[in-house]
């Protein structure tokens, strides 16, 4: 008979010298592997061996993280960056993330880090202790586990949302929602905000150019926006000729308006050919401008443009009387018309989202973080 391991969270195993943990979510085969159960991959691993995510290996029969307490880098966003436009407008953000991706995507647009087999690369090392103090420190209102999926590294995020909660630091997700639901429901349990990573709305799409099935992402939006009060924003990389066509935008965002409601904010990015799909063009203004007008016409009512200098995309509008009421050029807010019950000041209608009743002031700095210590 197979075997499911037990697993006590509170006792919190502290990693070795070598930045190893002690994991949930794995079984023992009757042939001698062990599976890893924390996304769809199941990977089946011997002794010695990786999953196709890197950080997550089969030592002494058991599944291991190796990259707890280690970073490829620390830096301070802002927030939009994430992107969340409705969570903590203006705010500073520190973001950080490890090594490795349990998707395989050609267009990787962090692909030094997602798909990096080096442990060198982690160079940076922060205790989910000295995280939040840094946090504190430099003044951000939240900590971001971001660049690459965090849900590969869900035991140091989970410990470092817990140290951010007690200095009432909030914790972001940047993922792609591909996980089972038992480790989503404890990764996501001590989550304020997440953007989930939408890649198309096609099967085809996620196994032929992301290694991975679409119908396990659609269960994740579904959870996070009915089982949990985590604050859901959407992210899609428009890819021309493989996921910008117009049946195919128009059913995604009929799903999403039917199975998460109109006021999921939904960003429509450009892509940059990088990574294996060099060959493709750029993603165009007219193409970006298409996708958000058949996301309005869908019902949705904030839909945002990205990765292009584009401030009518990029800011928020009342859904009701369409008054501008958050401006934004690149991540620098402009013009704020919330009144202090964060309903627009023209029509009183109420704005969905996180705010507080000023914006945040931190612009468009980036600013790079060094931790010292543990």
């Known amino acids: 008979m197979s075997q499911i391991t037990t697993w006590d969270w509170?006792?919190?195993?502290?990693?070795?010298?070598?930045?190893?943990?002690?994991?949930?979510?794995?079984?023992?085969?009757?042939?001698?592997?062990?599976?890893?159960?924390?996304?769809?991959?199941?990977c089946k691993l011997r002794n010695g061996q990786q999953g196709l995510c890197f950080v997550r290996a089969c030592e002494n029969d058991q599944i291991v993280l190796n990259t707890y307490g280690r970073s490829s880098g620390f830096c301070i966003d802002p927030i939009e960056k994430k992107p969340?436009?409705?969570?903590?407008?203006?705010?500073?953000?520190?973001?950080?993330?490890?090594?490795?991706?349990?998707l395989a995507c050609k267009f990787c647009q962090n692909w030094d880090m997602s798909k990096s087999r080096e442990m060198d690369k982690l160079a940076d090392e922060a205790s989910p202790r000295k995280l939040a103090e840094v946090a504190e420190e430099t003044g951000c209102k939240s900590i971001a586990f971001t660049y690459n999926d965090p849900v590969i590294f869900l035991e140091y995020a989970v410990d470092a949302a817990l140290a951010a909660r007690e200095k009432q630091i909030k914790s972001v997700a940047v993922t792609a929602g591909y996980v089972c639901p038992e480790p989503r429901a404890k990764f996501f349990e001590h989550m304020d905000a997440a953007n989930v990573d939408l890649k198309a709305f096609n099967e085809g799409f996620y196994h032929k150019i992301c290694g991975g099935h679409l119908a396990p992402v659609l269960e994740t939006l579904k959870y996070l926006k009915h089982e949990t009060s985590?604050?859901?924003?959407?992210?899609?990389?428009?890819?021309?000729?493989?996921?910008?066509?117009?049946?195919?935008?128009?059913?995604?965002?009929?799903?999403?308006?039917?199975?998460?409601?109109?006021?999921?904010?939904?960003?429509?990015?450009?892509?940059?050919?990088?990574?294996?799909?060099?060959?493709?063009?750029?993603?165009?203004?007219?193409?970006?401008?298409?996708?958000?007008?058949?996301?309005i016409s869908a019902g949705l009512h904030y839909v945002y443009t990205g990765n292009i200098h584009d401030s009518p995309g990029g800011s928020t509008y009342c859904p009701n009387c369409a008054a501008r009421l958050i401006e934004r050029d690149w991540y620098q807010l402009g013009e704020w018309k919330l009144d202090s019950q964060l309903c627009c000041k023209t029509c009183g209608t109420w704005i969905a989202g996180v705010f507080e009743e000023l914006p945040g002031t931190w612009g468009r700095q980036r600013q790079v973080v060094r931790i010292k210590g543990t």
């Open 10 to 42: 509170a006792k919190k195993p502290k990693p070795d010298n070598h930045g190893k943990k002690a994991t949930q979510y794995w079984r023992k085969l009757d042939d001698g592997r062990v599976q890893c159960e924390v996304c769809p991959r199941f």
């Open 84 to 102: 969340l436009n409705h969570f903590l407008p203006g705010t500073p953000v520190l973001s950080f993330g490890t090594a490795g991706c349990n």
């Open 230 to 295: 985590v604050w859901l924003e959407i992210t899609t990389l428009l890819i021309p000729g493989e996921n910008d066509s117009s049946g195919e935008l128009e059913a995604m965002t009929q799903w999403i308006v039917e199975n998460l409601g109109a006021d999921v904010p939904l960003h429509f990015s450009a892509f940059h050919p990088d990574y294996r799909m060099l060959s493709h063009p750029n993603t165009s203004v007219e193409t970006l401008s298409r996708a958000r007008s058949i996301a």
